[in-house]
């Protein structure tokens, strides 16, 4: 099993920054993907980003490609999530996956791939 945990969310200006964190624990050798999933009220579940967790590979939602950037520290079994120049769509409760299996990274927006899910962090944008 795989435990995540997600901190860095809060309260942030429209334009402003913010860093994500997913630590994961437990089993964490077994992780082949990372992804980040967000979800605002009344809305669906959103995927966001998502890494190898070799770091090879990486993939971004279209809505925040150019302005995000994900990274992971092995050593500390993190994954990061910058987010820049923040909209106020961007406010949702942030979660945090992991999966083992190994699948195509065209497949990493699917939330039915990944296994593992944190608690969630939110986010929240004021104008």
């Known amino acids: 099993q795989v435990q995540l945990v997600e901190s860095g969310g809060g309260l942030v200006q429209a334009g402003g920054s913010l860093r994500l964190s997913c630590e994961a624990s437990?089993?964490?050798?077994?992780?082949?993907?990372m992804g980040w999933f967000r979800q605002a009220p009344g809305k669906e579940r959103e995927f966001v980003a998502a890494i190898r967790w070799s770091g090879i590979s990486t993939y971004f939602a279209d809505s925040v490609k150019g302005r995000s950037t994900i990274s992971r520290d092995n050593a500390k079994n993190t994954v990061y999530l910058q987010m820049n120049s923040l909209k106020a769509e961007d406010a949702a409760v942030y979660y945090c996956?992991?999966?083992?299996?190994?699948?195509?990274?065209?497949?990493?927006?699917?939330?039915?791939?990944?296994?593992?899910w944190g608690q969630g962090t939110q986010v929240t944008v004021s104008s």
């Open positions: 996956a992991a999966d083992s299996r190994i699948w195509g990274m065209a497949s990493a927006a699917s939330a039915n791939k990944y296994n593992y």
């Open positions: 437990g089993r964490t050798f077994t992780i082949y993907t």
